[in-house]
Nanobody, 123 residues
Framework: QLQLAESGGGLVQPGGSLRLSCVVSGLAFEDQAISWFRQAPGKKREWIGC????????PYPESVMGRFAISRDNGVRTAYLQMNNLQPEDTGVYYC????????????????WGQGTQVTVSS
């Protein structure tokens, strides 16, 4: 069973940065495509990027392109979401999710989720 745990959220001022971590356990990390999603209050959960052993195979959505980037460290079984130039509209709960091998933007294909970490962007 794949288990994921996010950390690194918090309160940040507009224009600031945060790096979220997603520690993965239970199955071979190298075989997992890790996506990040976020959910703002009252909105649907939004896919914001994915990285697998094949790299970043889908472009980041326009809402985060050029500001967010996903990386992985196989040695510590961790995926990261670096978020720069954060804006109030980036506020929400951020989740990492895993699926086998290849990335997808389809939320329905992800069976394994972390508990989420809150990111609040406010002055």
């Amino acid at each position: 069973q794949l288990q994921l745990a996010e950390s690194g959220g918090g309160l940040v001022q507009p224009g600031g940065s945060l790096r979220l971590s997603c520690v993965v356990s239970g199955l071979a990390f190298e075989d997992q495509a890790i996506s990040w999603f976020r959910q703002a209050p009252g909105k649907k959960r939004e896919w914001i990027g994915c990285r697998s052993r094949y790299g970043v195979t889908f472009p980041y959505p326009e809402s985060v392109m050029g500001r967010f980037a996903i990386s992985r460290d196989n040695g510590v079984r961790t995926a990261y979401l670096q978020m720069n130039n954060l804006q109030p509209e980036d506020t929400g709960v951020y989740y990492c999710a895993g699926k086998r091998l290849v990335c997808s933007m389809d939320i329905e294909l992800y069976a394994h989720w972390g508990q989420g970490t809150q990111v609040t962007v406010s002055s």
